[in-house]
Structures are given as structure tokens and as C-alpha cells.
């Protein structure tokens, strides 16, 4: 019997059908160890020794695979061809060694780009050893991340209260983000103008035409700068006569796009689906790993984290016949195209992102997939097949006109575009072409010297713009651009930095928090070299240098950690005011932007005197004034607004707009920015009415009628028609509710607050009080993901008090911030519960006195790490329920009351 180890369930699966009863296929799930989550794990003085820990969902699994290993003939290790796979195979293997499972018995590695029948059986037959230079690329990365990561954000917390973390590869992601943000704040519009002419020919056929010169001087786009210089064009085309000087028509070739790569699938899913980089990737695995095709289970595409754009010899024989089937031998070139990329490392060894089978057409598989996944692979097979396709064929004809009026000259230009031949645009088109704005239109026929008829000349005003905030697509180009990180890990990255709330999502915008902006900042003044994109894009190059066998890994680790522990000790003596006035300096213009009135932005409005600056309390950074406590005035740090904008709409710089006047009062509601965000205010005083905007709410778009309904709440629906009690609706800590009669309902949404009405208000009355009666039941599942691939039973995802989960067998994991429910796979689900599982506490002991402690010393998710350590030390039974008391600041006598009392409960 040989045992075959993959990463995931699904993908052993698959493979076991493959392979048959000689083979026993067992999924590690993912990684099985990692550096433990403490100081120490990498160890610089001990030439970078490294401490790893088991996962604790994946010891029994460890332990499964071990058991089976040791009557094996042969151990074959399957996991993905990338330096990741390389890792995990690499981790079975020594903890395998270590558990002594491995006797005499041959270690194989395989790899294949597909999960297909061929593809398998083809790898089986060319084992070869564990990669140590891809493995030794795996170790540097692992370490840099750590030792960036564990040093550096002791040095946040500590100089920076409210910081959560810094990352090698996400700090420098988020810088972009903010940078970018600058960019828009600072930016000055520019006023420009556009003169057109509409033209006729002889034919009476209408163009449009632009100036491009006048009275001998070339115009740009942004050469017209006032009006007045406008107006002096517009009146000479107005009575001058109009000829062709020239007309010029040649073919313009537009070649396909290549194959997607990891970085291209993710861009292009996120404009053309509007899927984020891990959704699209996650979507992708489960096209990779193996979908039921009327009974059989089949990889769909090949691997899907590669940065090649070379499709192997089969497919593009495969992509060929498919394009003479479907589109003639008209759309295909005489040759196979050819692609190439600039990098060069291990991973572009892979082919590019294609079908396993051409044949298989999107319209044909699509009844298999849901929505989109259905969505994901058409997109990929029609990239595919487009990039063996022939050359799409344009005409681009440019007419150069000119206009007299005996004085003067004005030199105008019209441009048009047609397609003589489709090409590979018959079947795929990005969508968002960087073509000029007239490709698409068609000129009327025109010949030199022909006299032209002057229709109507316009001058229009335009103000430039500034640069687009950056999508997820628009953000992983600009990476791999740069050189930072690798492709396949973008999706984590970005994740990470919307889970740590430094980047929100707007619009399919990223926008950086205040929480970013501070930990750039902070980065920008004292660690500037580690968040430069220069800096960052060398280390990923070592990194594939350690992959090709070009650099030893330690070498690469000796010379970062020389100048990064040099930094961190300069850092040392650092007080929390020098770091204040030093991210205070560097984000003026985004915290106190000029309003272009002469008054001083810092200048505080309440006392007049005061000065502003940033400040740090309990809840994190704010704006207060120099002459606190004397003065009070404070407000959160200023929100950038919509896109294009240079600074928020929604509020003045001090912190404040007004909406109107409350028609019942005749006092002023203001909308303003406090330390827990935006609320409303009716009219001033010592303790005015104030509520805060509910979530979901967008300040720029808040008017008066929304600002009196918010304030307006609690508002009274009706009286109950059986027991005469009022019903009230309105917005609590849980969200909005209904209260009748010392009860509460909830109520679906924010909106209905302002609009239930009374049937409505009882039935969901009736309902909660109908669910009390039957005690505590569960959520209605919004999703049933089947039967748990290991233990059996349903495994659905619900909604809850407190947020999605999902649930299996009476263990429930809530879903991780951000995620959405919809989007949860089996493979996610079973992840969530085992580590939920996994953290669960022991059952109960008798006697229940010797037990209370241990559920007073239950760690937290927080905590888990240092649990586990000293869970490894003997220690008296007693030990950990003082200390879990002294944690809690109260002795240890009060720690064992609870306990005494539950055991005379029952």
C-alpha cells in the first residue's frame, strides 16, 4: 500500500479515484506547523534556529497519517507545485522522521498542474526529491516575516498605543493605500478648456473635430487654461472657413492579452466580476481541486498560483482545435503564440492559468458550478482560447483640418477608428481599454482640400482630477509592478489589512482608516528603509535568488537582521510625545488641510487661543486643543470623502456641519465627528439631544429629514391591539429593535425602524415571544454546505446574535470578520470548526469544586499560545486557579464561590 499526502480533503478525494485501492490518499489540510506566536521561535544569535509548533486541529491528523505511514511501502508527497506545497510536504516529512512513523520505506515527491487523471498518473511516473532551494525560500520568507513582525509591533504597541501590527509585505501594501490617499488630499485642480468644432462635408455627413494648434502654437489637452483665451479661439472658428488638409488611414494590429497568471486572474475578477483577490482565489481552488461532472469529479483548471504565461504544448493543441471548431480557420494563426515573462524564478516554471480540457465549453459545465464559480471559469477558458487567437484589425483614419479667417490660423484634428477584422475580440475583451476616446467611431469619407461646414464651435470648462483611489485590482498590478510580495500572496495581504481595520472597502475603493494612516506614519518617520518599495522589491528578489540556488538563505537573513536590530534599538529611548509630534508633522495636510480662507487650521474654534495638534487617549488617536482642560474641544482625526474629493464633504475642519433647523424647535442640527465616530446633534447647551449615526449610514449623504428621524427615536408604531401597550422602535447597542411591554424584538434592518408599521410590529412580536416559549432556538441556516467529509452530519452556516457562523454536531465557529456568509466553502466551514473544536475546554471532572478553577483559567484566543507552554510544566492543581484569580484582581477565596454555589444548585 503506498500513502499519497495532499493539502485538502476535496483534492484527496479526487486523486484516490484516480490512483485506486493501491493507494491511500490523506489530506494534511493546509499547513500542519508554524512558528509559534512568541518570542524566540527565530532566534538570530543561534544562526536563525527555528522553533516550530503543531497545529493543534492538526495533531489527530499528524497522528492518522503517521499510523498509516508505518505500514506503508512507500510515502509519495503530492502537495502543490509552488514553494508553499513545497513546505508542507517538507513539514510532513520531518515530523514523520521525528515521530519515527518512516522506516526503510523510499520518499517520493511528485507535483502535478492539474488535477486530472492524466496529469496524475503522468507525475506518479517522474517522482523526484524534495526541492531544498525552494524549501530553504519558504524558511527566509517564514523568518523575515517573523522577525519583522514579532520585533517590530512590541515597538508599535509601545510608542503608538492602538496600533495592532506591522508586516513586512502589508505595511508596505498599506503604504501605497495611503500614499495614494495623500496624493488626493493635496492635490490642486487645474482649470482647462476644450474647444470643439462640428463639422459637415460636402455629403452633409456631422464630425467632431478638436483644436490642436492656434496662430502657429501647438495646444495640449491642458494647454487652454482660462476662459478668455477660450472665447478668443471660439470667435475666430466662428467666422472662419474650414479645409481638409490631410486625411491618413492605416491598419492598426491589436494582439491578444496572454493566459492569466495569478496576479492577471485576480485583477481581472475583481473588474470584471467584482470578486476580491480572495474571493477569486478561493473560487479558483475549488475549480483546481475537483468539481462533479455528471459523476465523475474532475480538476477543471490548472494550478492557479503561477506567474507564467506559457501554456503547455497539449493545450494549446487543444485551444487550436477549439477555435477552428468554433470560429474557422479565419481566427487562427498560422503558428501557436508564444509568451514570455520578465521574471525569473521557481514558480514561473508553472504554466499559466488554462482549462484541464478545451473541449469542456463554459455553456456545457455550467449546470455543474454555482453562480460563480460558472462565472470564474468562463472567464478563464475565454482568456485562454483568446490568447492563441488571431489579431484583431483596426482602421485608424486621422483627418488634420484647418481653419482661416484671413489673420489667423487654427490647426483642428479628428480621429476615428473601426474594426476591419474582430480577431481574438470576437470571444474576449477586457472591458477597460486604455484606447483613446474616439477608437469606436467612424469618420464620414473625406478628401484633401475638401471645404467643410461649420455646424457649431463649443468651449467647455474642465478642472483636472486626481488620481483614482486604488481598487484590489488597480492595487495587486501596482504591486507586482513594484515588485512587492509575490502574486500569490496578495489575497492574504489585502485581507489582512481590512481584518486590522487600516483599510476599509468603499465602492470596491480601498481606503485607508485613521488606524493605517497612524501605523504609516509612525513607519514613514522611523523606519522609513523597511516600508520603501525599493527595499522590499530587493528582498523578494534574494528570496527568489534562495529558490534557483543563488544565495544561501541564511546569508539573506544575516544582512536584513545587521541593519533591521540596529533600528529597533535606535528606537529604544523614543517617548510617546516625540512620536506624536512626529506623525503630527507628517500628516498635517491630510488632519488640518488648508480651507484657502487665511485661517490657521490648527487654530482651535472653541477658545480661539488653543492650538491643535494629535493626541492619544484610551480609545486611540483624536484632536484636542493645547489648552486642555481649560478647553474640552476635541474630534476624531479628519475622514477623507468621496472619490475625487480632497477632503470630507460631510464635516467642516472643525469637526462639524450644519444640516438645518428643526422645524418643532427652532434649534440648529449639526452633524459632527466624535471619538466613537459621527452623530447628530440638536441644538447646543449643556446636555443637548444627540444620537449617533447607525451603521451603514454615510455621513456625506446625510440630509435633515434623516438627522430628525434619528434624533426623533425612539419612535412610537401604534398600540398593540390585545394588550392597549404602546410599541416603540428604535436603535439599540444590538441594532435596531421593537419594545413592547418590557420586551424586545429585532428588527432586520436599520431602515425599518423608521417605517414598520403596526401588523408588522406584532407579528414579530408574536414571533419572539412564540421562540422563548420553545427556549433557545437555533438560527435558520442561510446556507447547507452537505454532509462533514470526516465525521458525517449536516454542516450548514447561520445567522446569529452576534454574526454568521457555522455549525456542525452542536460545535459552532463564528465566521472571521469582513467574511461573507455566502461566500463559506466545506473546506472553510471544516477549518473553522476544528480549531473551534480545538479551543474548546475539557468536560467536567467530579468533583465540581477541583473543576471551577480550570474553567476560571480558560485562556482566550489571545492567549492561546502561552496556555499551551505552560500547560506543558507539571503544576499543582491549585496553581492556575490563583493565578487566573490574581488576573482577575480579586482573591482567591471569591475565585471558588461560584463553584460552591453550582454545586449546591444541583
Avoid at 498605543?161 to 508586516?167: F, H, N, Q, T, Y
Avoid at 427652532?666 to 459632527?672: D, E, F, P, S
Avoid at 499551551?868 to 484569580?885: D, G, L, Q, R, V
Amino acid at each position: 500500500m503506498n500513502v499519497v499526502i495532499v493539502e485538502s480533503p476535496a483534492k484527496a478525494k479526487t486523486i484516490n479515484k484516480y490512483l485506486g485501492s493501491g493507494f491511500t490518499v490523506l489530506a494534511s489540510y493546509g499547513h500542519v506547523r508554524d512558528l509559534p506566536a512568541k518570542d524566540g521561535s527565530v532566534r538570530p544569535d543561534e544562526d536563525f534556529a527555528m522553533d516550530w509548533e503543531i497545529d493543534g486541529k492538526s495533531a489527530k491528523r499528524l497522528a492518522e497519517i503517521a499510523q498509516a505511514v508505518k505500514g506503508a511501502d512507500k510515502l509519495i508527497l503530492a502537495t502543490d507545485p509552488d514553494r508553499e506545497g513545497e513546505a508542507i510536504s517538507w513539514h510532513v516529512l520531518q515530523i514523520l522522521k521525528e515521530k519515527r512513523a518512516l522506516k526503510a520505506q523510499p520518499v517520493e515527491r511528485v507535483v502535478f498542474n492539474a488535477v486530472t487523471k492524466q496529469a496524475v498518473l503522468e507525475a506518479m511516473r517522474h517522482p523526484r526529491a524534495i526541492d531544498a532551494d525552494l524549501v530553504d525560500a519558504y524558511l527566509a520568507r517564514r523568518a523575515l516575516d517573523y522577525l519583522v513582525g514579532f520585533t517590530l509591533s512590541p515597538v508599535l504597541w509601545r510608542k503608538l498605543p492602538g496600533a495592532r501590527s506591522a508586516g513586512r509585505v502589508q505595511s508596505v501594501a498599506l503604504r501605497l493605500i495611503c500614499d495614494r490617499e495623500l496624493e488626493i488630499e493635496t492635490f490642486v485642480a487645474q482649470e482647462y478648456w476644450s474647444i470643439v468644432a462640428r463639422l459637415a462635408t460636402p455629403g452633409n455627413e456631422e464630425f467632431d473635430a478638436r483644436v490642436t494648434a492656434f496662430s502657429g502654437r501647438k495646444l495640449g489637452r491642458l494647454d487652454v487654461k482660462t476662459g478668455g483665451e477660450a472665447g478668443q479661439i471660439r470667435t475666430m472658428l466662428e467666422r472662419a472657413t474650414f479645409r481638409v488638409a490631410s486625411v491618413e488611414s492605416k491598419p492598426v494590429r491589436r494582439n491578444p492579452y496572454p493566459p492569466f497568471t495569478t496576479s492577471t486572474l485576480q485583477q481581472a475578477a475583481n473588474y470584471a466580476l467584482g470578486l476580491s483577490a480572495s474571493r477569486a482565489m478561493q473560487t479558483a481552488q475549488k475549480l483546481y481541486e475537483g468539481v462533479d461532472i455528471g459523476g465523475e469529479t474532475v480538476g477543471l483548471i490548472t494550478y492557479m498560483r503561477t506567474d507564467g504565461v506559457q501554456i503547455a504544448p497539449e493545450g494549446v493543441a487543444g485551444i487550436r482545435q477549439v477555435i477552428g471548431e468554433d470560429f474557422g480557420a479565419r481566427y487562427l494563426p498560422e503558428k501557436p503564440r508564444h509568451y514570455e515573462t520578465k521574471a525569473k524564478n521557481a514558480q514561473e516554471a508553472h504554466e499559466a492559468i488554462r482549462p484541464t480540457d478545451l473541449t469542456r465549453r463554459p455553456r456545457d459545465v455550467a449546470r455543474y458550478l454555482d453562480a460563480e464559480q460558472a462565472k470564474l471559469y468562463e472567464l478563464i477558458w475565454k482568456r485562454a482560447v483568446a490568447s492563441q487567437m488571431e489579431a484583431a484589425v483596426l482602421e485608424r483614419t486621422t483627418v488634420e483640418i484647418v481653419a482661416e479667417d484671413g489673420t489667423e490660423r487654427c490647426d483642428l484634428r479628428a480621429v476615428g477608428s473601426v474594426v476591419r477584422f474582430d480577431g481574438f475580440l470576437a470571444l474576449y475583451a477586457e472591458g477597460r481599454d486604455d484606447e483613446e476616446d474616439e477608437e469606436g467611431k467612424r469618420l464620414p469619407a473625406m478628401r484633401e482640400k475638401d471645404d467643410l461646414a461649420r455646424r457649431k464651435i463649443t468651449a467647455d470648462q474642465h478642472f483636472t482630477e486626481p488620481p483614482p483611489r486604488f481598487t484590489e485590482a488597480t492595487l495587486v498590478k501596482k504591486m507586482e509592478e513594484l515588485g512587492i510580495g509575490r502574486p500569490s500572496t496578495y489575497a492574504s495581504t489585502l485581507q489582512v489589512l481590512r481584518d486590522r481595520d487600516y483599510v476599509t472597502l468603499e465602492k470596491r475603493r480601498l481606503i485607508p482608516g485613521d488606524k493605517g494612516r497612524l501605523v504609516t506614519a509612525f513607519l514613514e518617520s522611523f523606519f522609513e528603509r523597511y516600508i520603501e518599495y525599493g527595499f522590499t522589491a530587493g528582498l523578494e528578489e534574494s528570496l527568489d535568488k534562495i529558490s534557483a540556488g543563488e544565495l544561501s538563505w541564511k546569508d539573506v537573513l544575516r544582512d536584513f537582521w545587521r541593519q533591521f536590530s540596529a533600528s529597533i534599538d535606535g528606537t529604544k529611548d523614543l517617548r510617546v510625545g516625540q512620536v506624536l509630534d512626529a506623525i503630527d508633522a507628517l500628516l498635517a495636510p491630510h488632519i488640518f488641510p488648508d480651507k484657502g480662507d487665511g485661517v490657521d487650521p490648527r487654530a482651535c474654534p472653541t477658545c480661539g487661543g488653543g492650538r491643535l495638534s494629535l493626541k492619544l487617549g484610551k480609545f486611540g488617536a483624536f484632536i484636542g486643543c493645547s489648552n486642555y482642560p481649560d478647553c474640552r474641544y476635541t474630534r476624531q482625526l479628519q475622514a477623507s470623502g468621496a472619490e475625487g474629493d480632497a477632503a470630507d464633504p460631510a464635516l467642516t475642519v472643525d469637526g462639524t456641519r450644519e444640516l438645518g433647523t428643526d422645524p418643532a424647535t427652532g434649534q440648529v442640527v449639526t452633524l459632527r465627528s466624535g471619538r466613537f465616530g459621527p452623530y447628530v446633534q440638536l441644538g447646543e447647551g449643556e446636555k443637548p439631544k444627540r444620537a449617533s449615526l447607525p451603521k451603514g449610514w454615510d455621513a456625506p449623504s446625510l440630509d435633515l429629514e434623516k438627522a430628525l428621524a434619528l434624533l426623533n427615536l425612539p419612535r412610537e408604531v401604534g398600540l398593540h391591539p390585545e394588550t392597549k401597550k404602546p410599541i416603540q422602535a428604535g436603535i439599540g447597542r444590538y441594532g435596531p429593535f421593537l419594545l413592547h411591554d418590557g420586551g424586545y424584538a429585532n428588527l432586520p434592518g436599520v431602515d425599518e425602524v423608521f417605517t414598520v408599521g403596526l401588523n408588522r410590529a406584532v407579528a414579530l412580536i408574536a414571533e419572539k415571544a412564540a421562540s422563548r416559549g420553545k427556549g433557545r432556538a437555533a438560527p435558520a441556516a442561510l446556507a447547507e454546505l452537505g454532509d462533514h467529509p470526516t465525521l458525517g452530519g449536516p454542516v450548514t452556516v447561520r445567522d446569529g446574535r452576534y454574526g454568521p457562523y457555522v455549525s456542525h454536531d452542536k460545535v459552532n465557529a463564528t465566521l472571521p470578520k469582513g467574511m461573507d456568509p455566502k461566500t463559506v466553502t466545506m473546506e472553510i466551514a471544516t477549518a473553522l470548526l476544528a480549531e473551534r473544536a480545538a479551543k474548546a475546554p475539557p468536560p467536567k471532572k467530579a468533583p465540581a469544586r477541583k473543576a471551577a478553577p480550570k474553567k476560571a483559567a480558560e485562556p482566550s484566543d489571545a492567549a492561546e499560545t502561552t496556555t499551551k507552554t505552560a500547560a506543558a510544566k507539571p503544576k499543582s492543581a491549585k496553581a492556575p486557579a490563583k493565578k487566573a484569580a490574581a488576573r482577575a484582581d480579586k482573591p482567591a477565596t471569591m475565585a471558588k464561590k461560584p463553584a460552591a454555589k453550582k454545586k449546591a444548585a444541583g
